[in-house]
């Protein structure tokens, strides 16, 4: 509180990556439903583009350059990272019986 | 759709559940407009942006969803207590236990701990408000609303009926076609926005609004807890959210995610609803621990043994609580290797649990020890918990698990966990903080009384289940025939459970009677407090600190009463407060949520349409929001602190 939040200028960070995310899922659709490529094609495509996606928006949206410690910054990566290798590798490990 | 479908109809049960709801409805709507108290329930309640008040909401709604879930237990216990009992039939059971678990777990259990942080946090760290006020009191409205859409499935469209767990393929269109788990998918993916703000709120809240000189490692036990808690809350929840927005879109579009044909995979349900489901049971009890921290630290009027040691137990506990989650599905048979490393990572989380316990004794050790009431629940906590840690381990050994899986032993293991870790600890928090909530104390007889009924009952009902569940007595199953032997050991069971509800009226009557007789807390202090909140007045003015308090030891106020100086206020030193501006807007766009919830469930995709887009008028409406707040003069801050007798 106190602080103020008024921008001095129009927020094109955020307008520009809206409309990136936008093109990006928009692009992942049309693969998924309409490419006709084959399924590891697909795959490996919708995936990349999820993967450009996440970074892009921790860049556009998440103040990822911008805080004063970048220790604190470093640590969260980490955590997430280590999360998102948990549920995702996890997952296909712990559900490898039934692939 | 026919009325006969879009209501509930053919059991005596749910047709005295619409009377009482009609004439509940109509008593309040009358007592409102009689004591003319719509505006009063506008500007003090429905629009505040006050932590302290929001706090309040949030227990208000978790005794009522107490209420509910009590009610749930007792009629499962009522049919359980005699062999081929029909008192429910089986669909009706189904129903009944699905809403039990559910509503303990979501609408019970974390908004009495998220009501509790709500007032207690902002006050330990010295603050004035939480972070982000505005999106305090959305979270709690979204919470609100997701809360009561999942309440209203019993009496319009059916209750979900396939396990707080919802396994794919039972909760799937194949074979539970109904609305009832569209209510679910809806109700539990709405509160769960609401939790994830109130997570990303406090993490911040923790981190960036201490007092001068309150450095990470002295800060009060209960508000490191609730620090990782934010943590886990806000890794855990997208998982919830992404696996019900699958569920969803299976449900109501026809995808198949979870289904058995078309390469849909229902066993990844369980997979990712655990995920998030074991982080989710320790953001229910690592609160619980900071709640017993403070609680026994004060009555024993000591610090708090092991500090450091505690700390890093969370934290470990909340990182291990990450890597355990296939041990609620060891039986799947996803092979050898798995449910090894899962059941090694399961048994390690005992060991920072354990130090926690061992911190907790030797705080105890030559301490002067107080019995109040909310020590009375702390000190049950440490060996009925015990009890439910213990055979949890026992659980956790995957070989075993084949024996005990989805039987009562699992039922009374954490059930043992889950009333002794987290009920006891709110009912602990409730007397401890409740003269900050209402400026006066609970009964400590009527307190007492509870304690003992709750505690008993909660033993004499769950203890027997142990047995229960190895004489081979399976979680789930609605009746049982008479050759089984099961039908003593149910009926103690079912006594156990009446004494609980025994125990929760008593602790209602409490709250009238100590409104109206309670001894009033005038000094603000009615504990000899160590923390921060202490030095508050009771009931707590809505700016919390005339100045901000400065920190120079782990137990702040302790260390201010021991200098001799106490929390003097300066009336020269004081300045101008800035608070946040109330907002209706919050609360309207839960509403708008509530409508698009409920078009969801029903496939009214018109009604669904709409709400949403008033949901968007309402976002943007708010970034359009110039609104700072408002500051409360000195003369004003000095009227108060002198009516409350701390000012100069």
Not at chain 2, 13 to 38: E, H, N, P, R, S
Not at chain 2, 348 to 357: D, F, H, M
Request: hydrophobic share 55%.
């Amino acid at each position: 509180m106190g602080a103020n939040h008024h921008h001095e200028t129009f927020p094109w960070k955020h307008i520009v990556g809206f409309i990136l995310s936008l093109v990006l899922t928009f692009i992942a659709l049309w693969v998924a439903l309409s490419s006709g490529w084959t399924i590891k094609a697909i795959l490996g495509v919708i995936v990349t583009l999820a993967v450009l996606q996440a970074a892009l928006q921790l860049f556009m949206f998440m103040h990822m350059t911008e805080s004063d410690s970048g220790r604190v910054q470093t640590i969260n990566m980490l955590y997430s990272f280590f999360i998102a290798v948990v549920v995702v590798a996890g997952s296909i490990w712990v559900m490898w019986f039934v692939l | 759709m026919k009325w006969s479908e879009f209501f509930v109809t053919g059991e005596p049960l749910i047709y005295a559940a619409d009377v009482a709801i009609v004439l509940t409805v109509i008593g309040i709507v009358f007592v409102l407009t009689y004591f003319k108290k719509w505006k009063w329930l506008w500007d003090e309640w429905l629009t505040t942006v006050d932590h302290k008040k929001i706090g309040v909401m949030y227990i208000i709604s978790a005794v009522l969803m107490l209420f509910r879930g009590g009610v749930d237990a007792l009629l499962m216990r009522a049919q359980l207590t005699a062999p081929n009992m029909k008192f429910l039939n089986s669909e009706h059971y189904n129903e009944i236990f699905t809403t039990h678990g559910t509503i303990m777990i979501l609408f019970m259990a974390m908004p009495f701990i998220i009501g509790l942080m709500n007032i207690v946090v902002p006050l330990q760290i010295g603050a004035r408000d939480v972070a982000y006020p505005y999106l305090n009191a959305l979270s709690f409205w979204l919470f609100f609303v997701g809360a009561m859409l999942f309440n209203i499935s019993f009496v319009i469209g059916g209750s979900p009926n396939a396990g707080w767990t919802s396994y794919f393929p039972l909760a799937g269109n194949e074979f539970s076609p109904g609305v009832g788990n569209n209510y679910y998918a809806v109700a539990l993916q709405i509160s769960g926005i609401g939790t994830l703000m109130t997570g990303i709120n406090f993490l911040v809240t923790i981190l960036k609004m201490r007092a001068p000189g309150m450095t990470l490692m002295r800060m009060p036990m209960f508000t490191w807890t609730i620090l990782i808690t934010c943590v886990l809350i806000i890794f855990a929840f997208p998982v919830l959210t992404v696996a019900l927005a699958l569920m969803t879109f299976d449900r109501l579009f026809d995808t198949q995610f979870f289904t058995m044909a078309n390469g849909g995979m229902s066993m990844l349900w369980a997979n990712l609803f655990w995920i998030w489901g074991h982080p989710e049971v320790y953001i229910v009890i690592l609160p619980s621990f900071g709640i017993f921290s403070e609680v026994v630290s004060t009555f024993a009027r000591k610090r708090l043994f092991g500090y450091k040691a505690m700390v890093y137990s969370i934290v470990g506990i909340a990182f291990l609580s990450f890597i355990v989650w296939v041990h609620h599905f060891f039986t799947m048979g996803a092979g050898a290797a798995v449910n090894s490393v899962f059941s090694i990572t399961t048994m390690a989380i005992a060991v920072p649990t354990g130090v926690k316990i061992f911190n907790w004794l030797f705080t105890l050790r030559k301490g002067k020890i107080r019995f109040t009431t909310a020590m009375l629940w702390s000190l049950a906590f440490i060996p009925n918990f015990v009890i439910g840690g213990v055979t949890g381990v026992m659980l956790a050994m995957a070989a075993a698990d084949y024996q005990y899986h989805n039987s009562y032993f699992l039922i009374a293991h954490f059930h043992y966990v889950l009333i002794a870790g987290t009920v006891f600890a709110c009912f602990a928090g409730l007397h401890y903080w409740y003269p900050k909530m209402f400026g006066h104390i609970l009964n400590e007889r009527l307190g007492k009384w509870t304690f003992w009924l709750f505690m008993i009952g909660f033993n004499i009902c769950f203890f027997p289940m142990y047995f229960l569940g190895l004489m081979g007595m399976t979680r789930r199953m609605y009746t049982y025939s008479e050759g089984l032997g099961w039908t003593p050991l149910n009926v103690v069971a079912s006594v156990g459970a009446v004494l609980m509800g025994i125990g929760f009226i008593v602790l209602c009557y409490n709250i009238y009677y100590s409104a109206r007789y309670g001894e009033r807390d005038m000094t603000g202090d009615p504990w000899d407090g160590r923390t921060l909140e202490w030095a508050t007045s009771s009931p707590v003015a809505h700016y919390n600190f005339a100045i901000t308090p400065e920190v120079k030891d782990l137990d702040a106020y302790w260390e201010m009463k021991k200098s001799g100086k106490g929390f003097e206020i300066d009336e020269e030193k004081l300045k101008p407060i800035h608070m946040p501006s109330n907002s209706g807007r919050p609360f309207l766009i839960s509403i708008a949520f509530f409508f698009a919830g409920f078009g969801l469930v029903f496939k009214w995709f018109w009604l669904a349409i709409i709400a949403t887009i008033f949901i968007a008028l309402g976002l943007i409406l708010r970034s359009f929001d110039d609104d700072d707040g408002y500051y409360i003069s000195v003369d004003e801050i000095k009227r108060t602190e002198r009516l409350s007798g701390k000012g100069a």
